[in-house]
């Protein structure tokens, strides 16, 4: 299928390009169409003129994702450098766009005297990717501050939505209806004057200590199961180390698995596979993939 574009997006509509550019793995085939819109008008004429049968997917900062060496089909939308408007809107609140970094957020609020917002520093994707995945550091999560969204659909059509009309939990966010994605947020906090960067610096200094920070990684393979975590039982499993092609279990957290820098996402998704059956034959526990896996192998 090739998918037809109005010729008037210009340079921001890329064919082919791979998507391990924009992915934290460094893996990942191509997007048959990639856009990356000036802005929500730009992205709305588009999805308006596009054939109805073109599947559309969403990517942040791809920190979250395994895409496979196929790629994607049809077309990805990226946040990346866009949507990325960050304003206070009163005493307390915060309007942000999808294409915000986390780690801006963070460093925002603590300007404004404002918190908790110090946990999104720990997460190096967009408020786009942390609303999708209901992300959370240091004790903090996303949707403990979320007012309402704001959302377009696969028609361009735009809505506002109240925090309460999604069902969220652990690193689980269910929407109200399908095929809508975020354009942005509205934040609550508290005001905590005071609050220093020294604090962010402290927390992400504590957690270099027991993550392989720096290499190639998703974060967290798996979630954590009730009443355990994925990176004791992979480890008690003897798998810390564990190697397929060039992708590792990782020696420093067993929940991290590292591209060495030649890793397909076929090596990347063997191992996942690995760790999971291994697991369950050792303890028992079915873990389930934290990271979203898509495309075609
Ligand atoms: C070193 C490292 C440490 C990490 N630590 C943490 C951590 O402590 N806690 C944590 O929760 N996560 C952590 N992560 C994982 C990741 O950063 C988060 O899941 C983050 O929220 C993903 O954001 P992203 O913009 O990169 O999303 P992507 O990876 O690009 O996408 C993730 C999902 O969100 C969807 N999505 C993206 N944007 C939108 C949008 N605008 N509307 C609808 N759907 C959208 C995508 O379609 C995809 O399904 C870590 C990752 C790394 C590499």
Not at 44 to 52: C, M
Request: aromatic share 8%; charged share 25%.
């Amino acid at each position: 299928m090739t998918v037809a574009v109005a010729a008037d997006f210009g340079t921001r509509i890329r064919r082919r390009e791979p998507l391990s550019r924009h992915t934290s793995w460094h893996v990942g085939g191509p997007a048959e169409v990639f856009f990356n819109p000036r802005d929500r008008a730009d992205l709305a004429a588009f999805l308006r003129g596009l054939p109805a049968d073109v599947p559309v997917y969403w990517i942040g900062l791809g920190s979250n994702l395994l895409v496979r060496d196929g790629g994607i089909p049809g077309v990805v939308i990226s946040t990346h450098g866009t949507l990325d408007d960050l304003e206070r809107l009163g005493e307390t609140r915060v309007r942000a766009g999808a294409g915000v970094a986390c780690a801006r957020i963070a460093r925002q609020c603590i300007k404004w005297g404002l918190g908790p917002a110090e946990f999104f520093a720990g997460i190096p994707g967009t408020l786009g990717g942390a609303l999708a995945m209901n992300a959370g550091a240091f004790g903090g999560e996303t949707w403990r501050h979320v007012l309402e969204v704001e959302t377009i659909d696969r028609r361009g059509v735009e809505r506002v939505r109240a925090a309460k009309e999604y069902r969220v939990g652990y690193r689980e966010v269910v929407a109200p209806a399908p095929g809508e994605w975020f354009l942005g947020a509205t934040l609550a906090f508290e005001q905590r004057p005071g609050a220093h960067a020294d604090e962010v610096q402290k927390l992400l200094a504590r957690r270099k200590e027991t993550q392989p920070i720096g290499e190639w990684s998703c974060g967290s393979v798996f979630t954590n199961p009730p009443g355990d975590h994925a990176a004791r039982l992979i480890e008690a499993t003897g798998l810390k180390g564990y190697r397929i092609g060039d992708a590792s279990v990782s020696q420093k957290h067993a929940n991290f698995i590292i591209n060495h820098g030649a890793a397909r996402a076929a090596d990347l998704e063997a191992l996942i596979e690995h760790v999971r059956a291994a697991v369950e034959r050792r303890h028992g526990v079915s873990l389930h993939p934290e990271v979203r896996i898509v495309g075609v192998p």
